[in-house]
């Protein structure tokens, strides 16, 4: 959701004189807080057991192998989780 009032005459009277360094620099800052805020409100819906159930159904899969996937899918949630964290603080 956009910030009321990002722009408001000081800022835009700033970017009128900058110059292309300057400019550079605030339009990464303006990415950087974009990517945070996406990153902030980024989740996801997953249902584990309708995911076991469906990876279950797939011939060749028997119940250690379908341990193994879990474990896997289960680690690395965990690991983006823990990334996400880091990169919003």
Known sequence: MPKENLLNRDLYRKIKS?????MEQTLNNIYEMGAKDALANAAIDL???KLRSEISAVNGIGDKRLEQIMEIIR??????????AKAQS
């Open 75 to 84: 680690r690395n949630i965990a690991e983006a989780d823990s990334s996400g």
């Open 18 to 22: 900058m110059d292309k360094a300057a």
């Open 47 to 49: 249902d584990m057991d």
